[in-house]
């Protein structure tokens, strides 16, 4: 094969991205003279159509069996020029990409020879492409149902739409209530409907369909299996079940900041201070407007223990009944812009972020005090206020013409005095420290990653970002995509949001789960790993570092064996292996070595093999 | 023409997507990935929308192309998805689940099938435009790509309506010959006249009246191109003594041609070109028509015209000389009929009308047509020493003009005012010049004989009365004011008419009545044309007809519609909106050299010498090429695969879908709106959009932030630009520009070392993810965030101010900056509310598409089976977007799929 | 001019991460009757294009560093520190309220801001007989400082500690009239040169005295061993482990070293001092050592801990008035422990100690309220 093979090179400007650093034109006659080459070329945009239509006239006009691009990181583009040579009749694998943008021009500082290292990059490419082998990709069948994780509205949303389409759901929620947060709001915003009503609506939507399974009160205990054909393993009670699916979304949702965490507004030490939530259910919960309206404390979420336990000051569960308020302020961005406070429990960062709908939540309460009392003052302290979805800018003005007063300024603390609260703050407009006096203050939360995403993320090994919440795959173009083939994320466990874009986001991942369940069958990766077996001794440490339990000793022959499907080409194995049993297709000793040995200028593969083997 | 195109793929049902943004790309992907078929529709060349015109995306800096070039790469290879580029949405029937679709294809005048994206053909094209999707700040060919990964890659061309070629009768390609000849490509501009079917470049070039530049737009800026000087240096210049060979028959059809004038010429011509055996009978002994016959050699040398009419003959035109038609002992039309299967007359108007005054048939009165036939046929003419000629028109003129080079005194009587004169302005006073003598509001009343000869001419002055029917005012004899002229010739030129007798066709006054569009007579088979049908007229409207007429024939004897795809319906030159690609400087025509006055008289040398070399090719600069295709054709000669299509037309195409996705997008605020910014008058005043193609790579600076080449120092940004603001009733949050003007204060913080980089703000709507975080990122970087919204831009000398209250200083503030950025925010995409209507959609009162409820059916538009992604629905980012898009695609496809359907298994 | 580079100086400092919220105003306890706003000094710091102003700037003196402004500030911008720079940049040109220059000289002189002679430093404990560090094998090192070591109500407390340790056994030492100012108010003041001067003095010392563990009497001394040493480049060998005698008592209580067989009965509240509590989080181990005497009711005032109200002590502010010619804070603070119904304000810091005794009898509450340091409390109850 090595003997035979016909290498085109095919090197990108990417516009001036490579080519303002790199001298193209001489890498290209550097390229045209490694061994192996037949042509060489260069082009603008490599990616563009008329570059892939150079490569595969080359390929038909100069026969050649092995393509070497050489632009940015085969994570963007490897899929593109596969399929381009697969077009032109060549096996997608027969591809290299040596990446000199991400790993040449992109990263030196003026001065270095960037010229020089992507001839390097490109003769390792060479070098690796002639040892390249042709693999064929599988198909491989599916179970056509999909298990959502979270019956908020987002899981519900999604449930719905895979159901709808056809497909059997099963929801999974670990609390004894469909609904999630959503269910417990009083009001949505910018058009004040009731909360309840569109809960009900999709509520009795998912219980009523035939084809959606509701399990409450369940964990998911397990998940194995790959896309298409995952099991999941959930408990209820004592009671174990596996769901068969071929999609998972995940729906888990979110928690609200625990404003205990900033002691200085004394939430949990003044019965006047209460957060968003406090008060959305105070209001949800009162069934006539004649009613004083009672605020309890704390009543938003059973988490966070292990802080009230931390914090002995606090007092539990307070309560105060709100009859004729003077004066009532509001506070945003509590627990989000802040970097001051990290996310308790699950190690990451602070709470850089905005939490997104906050700034609304608080005009739609506002607007709701000044309905409920009249002849009371209500104070909005903001920072930025970021009204910025349909409407909402419109409902902004309309909270102010209603004579609520938005004054420019991040609180600092709020202390006692009297019966009532004093909040001490800058009016950052007027440029003076001010105390305003108030018989209730609402502490605009923010959201924060559940206590358990990191366990869930454990579950289905997805990636988190820095925020704690669960990482899209891309965050522009794949928003409810992971890593995790066939595993999708919808609503606030992937990042803060409203009902609405909830909403469209669950139906986003209902469409992307909807795909590989309607094609009945899913396209799995060649790039596996495989095993040497005269050199395995089934010793078994491969099976044990593997993340997708791909690897099985087999139980006659005593060697291990890979189920390809389940393989996701990590090499994990292969690095593990004591007998260097295991090699992973594309990335085989003797390709490597071969890249190497090209790199380091060493003159041929033995004599690196011999290196690395010192080493 | 219209297509029909399979409308399922499996049998599973399909989609139509409208608009192919991201989000119209990504639902299609979804859908199709599904296994249904979809229809991506896309007005414009490539799909990308706007996404493809950002540089980096927030809040991750990725390259925008490099995420977004997979995607769009991803729609053609996919199967299921039929694209449609350069395609609108005419209207929709039916309801969800069984919509019907017509969609109207507008030519994109290149194949994309064969189009292998070279290049070669933008190498050689001659126009340059702006370049839109670079925000104007660059330009490019006529024939481009709208950018470099466009999908598809294959070329378009920008081809409009002009002012010239719509107003000339024979619709000649004006922008193109003068195109090439501003490229000093003389040959190749007298081919491409050629090419368009008009056999007289050289004749029309001198003759023409040239209606196309009193249209012609440059005369906005000053005066018009000097057009028909150009057609004639196009032959002048580009001729050879080469002569064509004759076009090998295909047809068996043979074609008889009734005159030898433009019109019957140029049919001829034109249906020899065709393959077609055409004989040409004329009752002359020379052919030519009225261009021989009634135009004097001074104006038109016959050299010239001999040259044009050789140029026809010799390819294959048959030529019967002095054979009338129906008279005079000629063949009648039904044996014409009866040996060829189609007849074009064009006989032209050669008979006279008579003075109706005594003494008129004396043998010194001549009537003008004959009496310039007669000269220009090369007989002397016998008159006397003194002329008077009646009449206004050209003939009279050119009566004139040649009694006064046979040494006459020459004076023209006309019964109307000057202003009343049918004759072109240029010769009249030309006349005048070489010592014609007008006499206005006069007219004869008889001839005075003597001796059997005229003596003089008795006239009555004239008044203008009320306007008569052609709408000019009617002249009335004012009694008493009679007087005689002395004079011994009379030349009487007061009208022509058609000899349409004795051949059996409807006629008219005279006039064969034909169908305007086909030019088909009341007889079978026969078609008419020229001055035949609307009576003494133009050189080009004759060829103009002969062109109609030759397409006619074509069609009959092809057994092919007349009527499809031919229209008389043509926009108006005024409605044509032309944004020439740079300023226009002021630059007056070049003027045509002439043969002085004294050199002119005893002779018929020609008077126009026709403009030098380099005068025609600045002359040629001058065009503004309203068309932005010249129609110079130079790409389809250099083109290797033959994918130019320049007679490419609008199709209609119809389709049928279960459910549609609606996402057309957005369009920026027009910053002009606001004129205390001054965008558009201070050129360092940009939208954001401008700074995104400033900012990249594959932009008009290679991604070098410069004005006129300098790098800017002191950069200001400036929010909400036509958001939040209802003195525009624009009340909403454009949802993005927060976060593009981070992502662009950041830009220009790395890309101009040390510049002060000032952001006028009124609140920072970092909402997203990893928005906040970005935002920290950009400020801790050192740029200057300020809460205010500044409230005008003004200069002094050569600096710009932004004044704004700085309202955490609680003071007014002004700052320097030597480039200002406005962020101008989404509005609802101008033609939201055609769509509206095609659709049946609702908008709600900021003009987005309206969604059916706005928690939780957020991607149901107000008709069932209609779904909405993206910004048409109201601004948002891309990942917003991305996920709407797939949402829609989730609802259409629970439709396509059907509901009572059931994939469970086991 | 008295100007500084006003980008460099922001971008250095991060000024730039400011969003304008205010919270460090809205919180500052000087902003309500000072000229001191640091949101708006930090934005016109940013606005000024290239050089501020810092003349007449007469607020910045007003700062008394207690850190509330850090503390709540969301995206971590440190507006105390700018003022210490500002100021440096005032006392770097000369411009020097006479009341500082008199401080630092002394400081510079005499090892201590107060005009007192070396000589005397060890005055206060010549009746104890204690070991001196090194030479008497002592375990930890036990850092004075000037307050103690000089004033006579400070060295009430130095003693009672002593007696306090002595009881627990702990193995210490004392560098007598050896020791040197640790130099924080130095740095409050913003001579940064003499600041840097005595850091590489008192490392050097430290360093050949082998100094491992220490501890104070003055959370000043404290913070600035345990915090601003080493960030200097002269300061980079200090090693020493630096606790706050709170810390230790603490610790000995804890370990069951430290016990108390009498009682206090009495109702205590505590006052936490800035650089114990916002400029460390020490919030605990002080109520620890309290909530174990015998007898003591420990209440909290409203303003506890993280909201702690600032005594007006810090930042230089024993020497100097600022813009401030009114009541200081301290007044404000005694009425809130009169407010709790405590009979006895506990503090751990000197300056606390001065400033609140003096506050009580300006408010003619010697009657209703007296002030201990913790040393102090504990000793009674030994």
């Not at chain 1, 795959?473 to 995790?484: E, I």
């Not at chain 3, 114990?276 to 989080?281: A, D, K, Y």
Request: glycine share 8%.
């Amino acid at each position: 094969m090595t003997n035979a093979a016909r290498v085109g090179v095919y090197i990108c400007h990417c516009g001036i991205n490579i080519a303002a650093t790199v001298d193209v034109p001489a890498v290209t006659e550097y390229a045209a003279r490694l061994p192996g080459v037949v042509v060489a070329r260069n082009y603008a945009y490599m990616c563009s159509d008329p570059g892939q239509a150079m490569i595969q006239k080359d390929i038909a006009e100069h026969n050649l069996n092995r393509i070497v691009v050489a632009s940015c990181s085969p994570r963007m583009h490897e899929p593109t020029f596969r399929a381009a040579i697969a077009e032109a009749g060549l096996n997608p694998y027969c591809l290299e990409m040596a990446n000199i943008r991400e790993q040449c021009s992109w990263v030196h500082p003026v001065g270095y020879p960037t010229t020089w290292k992507s001839m390097q990059l490109v003769e390792a490419a060479v070098a690796k492409v002639t040892r390249l082998e042709p693999l064929q990709t599988r198909q491989v069948s599916i179970t056509p149902t999909a298990v959502i994780l979270g019956g908020g509205i987002a899981g519900m949303q999604a449930a719905l739409d895979l159901a709808d389409a056809g497909f059997h759901a099963t929801l999974v929620e670990r609390e004894s209530n469909l609904g999630g947060h959503a269910a417990r709001f009083y009001r949505t915003f910018p058009t004040q409907e009731l909360a309840g009503v569109l809960v009900q609506d999709l509520l009795e939507r998912v219980n009523q369909h035939p084809r959606i399974r509701v399990m409450i009160e369940t964990e998911v205990t397990d998940v194995s299996g790959y896309v298409g054909n995952f099991r999941v393993k959930v408990r209820r009670n004592e009671e174990f079940t596996e769901i068969p699916a071929g999609a998972i979304i995940v729906a888990t949702g979110f928690e609200t900041f625990d404003p205990h965490l900033k002691p200085e507004l004394g939430y949990g030490r003044y019965p006047q201070v209460v957060t968003t939530m406090d008060f959305e259910h105070a209001f949800a919960g009162r069934e006539d407007s004649k009613q004083p309206l009672v605020v309890h404390e704390g009543s938003q979420q059973g988490g966070n223990a292990s802080l009230a336990e931390a914090n002995d000051t606090r007092m539990d569960h307070q309560r105060i009944q709100i009859e004729n308020p003077k004066s009532i302020v509001f506070i945003q961005c509590v627990g989000s812009r802040d970097q001051s406070v990290g996310c308790g429990g699950n190690g990451s960062s602070a709470h850089s972020y905005c939490s997104r709908v906050c700034c609304m939540v608080t005009a739609k309460q506002a607007r709701l005090v000044r309905e409920t009392f009249p002849d009371a003052r209500v104070t909005v302290f903001y920072m930025d206020v970021r009204a910025f979805g349909k409407g909402f800018e419109e409902f902004y003005d309309q909270a102010r013409q209603d004579g609520i007063l938005y004054r420019r300024g991040n609180p600092s603390e709020i202390i006692k005095r009297g019966n009532s609260v004093l909040v001490r703050a800058e009016d950052t407009l007027l440029g003076e420290p001010v105390e305003v006096e108030a018989d209730l203050v609402v502490l605009a939360v923010g959201m924060r990653p559940r206590p358990d995403s990191e366990a869930v993320a454990q579950l289905l090994k997805l990636s988190r970002s820095s925020d704690g919440f669960f990482m899209e795959a891309h965050p522009k173009l794949r928003p409810v995509d992971t890593s995790m083939a066939g595993v999708f994320l919808a609503g606030c466990c992937q990042a803060p949001k409203d009902i609405a874009d909830s909403i469209s986001q669950a139906r986003a991942a209902a469409s992307a789960a909807m795909i590989p369940l309607m094609r009945g069958q899913v396209q799995v990766d060649a790039a596996t790993s495989f095993i040497d077996e005269e050199l395995c001794s089934g010793c078994g440490q491969c099976a044990e570092i593997c993340n997708f339990s791909a690897l099985s000793l087999h139980p006659l022959r005593g060697k291990m064996t890979v189920n390809a499907v389940l393989c996701q080409g990590c090499g994990s194995c292969a690095a593990t292996c004591p007998s260097k049993a295991i090699m992973v297709h594309q990335f085989t000793l003797d390709q490597v070595l071969a890249q190497m040995a090209a790199l380091s200028g060493w003159d041929d593969v033995s004599v690196a093999l011999e290196k690395v083997e010192t080493v | 023409m219209s297509d029909s195109i399979p409308s399922s793929a499996n049998g599973r049902g399909a989609a139509l997507v409208i608009g192919a943004g991201i989000a119209g790309i990504q639902a299609a992907l979804d859908i199709a990935d599904a296994g249904f078929k979809v229809y991506l529709v896309e007005r414009s060349p490539s799909i990308g929308g706007r996404m493809s015109q950002l540089d980096k995306t927030f809040p991750t800096l990725d390259c925008s192309s490099c995420i977004l070039t997979p995607k769009m790469a991803d729609v053609p290879r996919n199967p299921n998805i039929t694209l449609l580029t350069c395609t609108q949405v005419e209207a929709v029937e039916g309801q969800a689940g069984a919509f019907h679709v017509t969609l109207e294809r507008q030519p994109r005048f290149v194949d994309e099938s064969v189009c292998t994206g070279c290049g070669l053909c933008t190498d050689v094209c001659p126009v340059i435009t702006p370049n839109i999707f670079n925000a104007a700040l660059d330009s490019h060919k006529a024939i481009y790509r709208v950018f470099p990964q466009a999908v598809p890659a294959a070329f378009v061309i920008d081809k409009r309506p002009s002012p010239c070629k719509i107003t000339c009768p024979a619709h000649i390609p004006v922008q193109g010959y003068i195109a090439l000849i501003a490229q000093g490509k003389f040959r190749e501009a007298l081919q491409r006249v050629r090419e368009a079917g008009v056999p007289f470049v050289g004749t029309l070039g001198r003759v023409c009246y040239h209606p196309c530049e009193s249209e012609c737009k440059r005369a906005d800026w000053d005066e018009a191109v000097s057009i028909c000087a150009l057609k004639r240096i196009a032959y002048d210049a580009g001729r050879d003594d080469e002569k064509p060979q004759p076009v090998p028959i295909q047809y068996e059809e043979h074609v008889a041609v009734v005159g030898a004038g433009p019109a019957g010429l140029t049919t001829a011509c034109n249906l020899t070109r065709r393959g077609y055996k055409v004989t040409v009978f004329d009752a002359l002994p020379s052919p030519g028509g009225m261009l021989a016959a009634g135009i004097p050699e001074y104006r038109l040398p016959r050299e010239v015209l001999n040259d044009e009419i050789d140029y026809v003959l010799a390819q294959g035109v048959e030529l019967k000389l002095n054979t009338p038609i129906g008279r005079d002992g000629g063949p009648s039309l039904e044996d014409l009929r009866r040996d060829h299967q189609a007849v074009f007359l064009a006989i032209g108007a050669h008979g006279s009308s008579r003075l109706g005054v005594p003494g008129e048939d004396l043998p010194e009165v001549f009537q003008a047509v004959p009496f310039l036939r007669h000269m220009n046929m090369g007989h002397e003419a016998n008159i006397g020493k003194h002329v008077a000629v009646i009449g206004g028109g050209n003939s009279a003129i050119d009566a004139a003009r040649c009694a006064l080079r046979l040494g006459a005194e020459v004076q023209l009587v006309y019964r109307r005012s000057r202003a009343e004169m049918p004759a072109a302005p240029w010769e009249v006073s030309a006349a005048e010049q070489e010592g014609v003598k007008l006499t206005f509001l006069s007219a004869p009343l008889r001839v005075i004989e003597k001796d059997g000869h005229a003596a003089g001419i008795e006239c009555i002055r004239m008044k203008l009365g009320e306007p008569d029917s052609s709408g000019r005012r009617r002249p009335v004899p004012v009694d008493g004011t009679e007087y005689v002229m002395d004079v011994d010739t009379i030349i009487a030129a007061i009208g022509q008419n058609v000899e349409s007798d004795g051949l059996g066709v409807e006629t008219k006054w005279g006039q064969f009545v034909v169908d305007p569009l086909t030019l088909e007579t009341s007889a079978k088979g026969v078609f008419a044309g020229g001055d035949a049908v609307i009576g003494p007229a133009s050189v080009v409207e004759a060829i103009g007809a002969g062109l109609q007429a030759a397409e006619s024939i074509h069609r009959y004897l092809r057994g092919m519609d007349l009527r499809d795809g031919r229209s008389q319906d043509h926009p108006k030159s005024k409605d044509i909106q032309i944004s020439p690609a740079e300023a226009v400087k002021r630059a007056p025509r070049e003027h045509m050299p002439e043969l002085p006055v004294a050199e002119r008289i005893n002779n018929f040398r020609e008077v126009e010498l026709g403009l030098t070399a380099e005068q025609a090719m600045a002359e040629a600069q001058r065009c503004l090429s309203c068309a932005v295709c010249s129609e110079c054709n130079q790409c389809v000669t250099a083109c290797q695969r033959g994918a130019i299509v320049p007679e490419d037309a609008p199709r209609r195409i119809e389709v049928d879908v279960g459910a549609i996705v609606v996402a057309t997008g957005f369009d920026v605020f027009d910053p002009r709106r606001k004129p205390e910014f001054g965008y558009g008058k201070y050129p360092q005043v940009i939208t954001s959009l401008e700074f995104e193609r400033l900012a990249s790579a594959s932009g008009p600076t290679a991604g070098r932030i410069s004005l006129n080449g300098h790098p800017p120092n002191k950069v200001t940004f400036i929010h909400c630009v036509g958001s939040r603001d209802r003195s525009l009733n624009l009340p909403n949050c454009s949802r993005v520009c927060c976060m593009a003007v981070a992502k662009q204060a950041h830009l220009a913080h790395d890309r101009l070392p040390g510049a002060q980089i000032t952001v006028f703000y009124m609140d920072v709507r970092a909402f997203g993810k990893g928005f906040e975080e970005f935002y920290d990122r950009v400020r801790k970087e050192g740029i200057l965030y300020r809460r205010g919204n500044p409230s005008e831009i003004v200069r002094r000398g050569d600096h710009l101010f932004v004044r704004a209250e700085d309202t955490l200083l609680g003071e007014p503030v002004e700052v320097e900056s030597d480039l200002i950025v406005l962020a101008a925010g989404l509005t609802p995409r101008a033609d939201a509310s055609g769509l509206a209507q095609i659709l049946h959609l609702v908008q709600g009162t900021d003009g987005y598409f309206q969604e059916a409820h706005p928690k939780l059916r957020t991607v149901e538009s107000s008709v069932p089976g209609m779904y909405l992604a993206g910004c048409c629905q109201g601004p948002k980012d891309i990942p917003d977007t991305v996920a709407q898009a797939k949402a829609a695609a989730s609802a259409a496809m629970i439709l396509l799929n059907g509901k009572g359907a059931n994939h469970a298994s086991n | 001019m008295l100007q500084i580079e006003s980008r460099q100086f922001a971008v250095e400092r991060g000024l730039f991460a400011c969003i304008q919220c205010g919270k460090c105003t809205g919180g500052c306890p000087m902003a309500m009757k000072t000229r001191l706003n640091p949101r708006d000094l930090i934005y016109r710091v940013l606005v000024s294009g290239n050089g501020f102003n810092l003349e007449g700037r007469e607020e910045l003196w007003d700062c008394t560093t207690c850190l509330t402004c850090y503390s709540r500030c969301p995206k971590q911008v440190n507006p105390m520190e700018a003022i210490l720079a500002m100021r440096g940049a005032i006392v770097e040109k000369g411009k020097i309220h006479p009341n500082v220059k008199t401080a630092l000289e002394s400081t510079f002189r005499n090892g201590n801001p107060l005009k007192m002679p070396r000589s005397d430093r060890a005055e206060w404990a010549k009746e104890l007989q204690l070991k001196a560090f090194p030479d008497g094998g002592a375990e930890y090192l036990f850092y004075i400082g000037c307050t103690p070591s000089y004033d006579p109500r400070g060295q009430k407390v130095a003693r009672a500690l002593v007696r306090v340790l002595g009881s627990a056994g702990l193995d210490f030492g004392i560098l007598g009239n050896d020791e040197n100012c640790c130099a924080s108010e130095v740095r409050r003041l913003g001579e940064a040169g003499l600041f840097e001067a005595m850091v590489e003095e008192n490392t050097a010392a430290f360093t050949e005295l082998g100094v491992e563990k220490m501890f104070t009497v003055s959370p000043h001394c404290f913070n600035v061993f345990k915090n601003d040493y080493q960030k200097l480049e002269v300061g980079a060998k200090f090693s020493a482990q630096v606790q706050h005698y709170t810390q230790v008592l603490a610790d000995l209580t804890r370990d069951g070293r430290l016990k108390f067989n009498g009682s206090f009965e009495q109702k205590v509240t505590y006052h936490d001092p800035c650089y114990l509590g916002r400029h460390n989080g020490i919030f605990d181990e002080p109520r620890a050592i309290l909530q174990g005497i015998p007898g003591l009711e420990l209440i909290e005032m409203d303003r506890s801990r993280e909201k702690s109200l600032c005594c007006e002590g810090g930042g230089g502010r024993m020497f100097l008035e600022g813009t401030n010619p009114g009541t200081r804070l301290a007044q404000q603070r005694v009425q809130e422990a009169l407010d709790s119904g405590a009979t006895i304000l506990a503090t751990a810091c000197p300056f606390c100690l001065l400033t609140l005794e003096e506050a009580v009898k300006h408010l003619n509450a010697e009657e209703k309220l007296r002030v201990l340091d913790i040393a102090e409390i504990a000793e009674r109850a030994l």
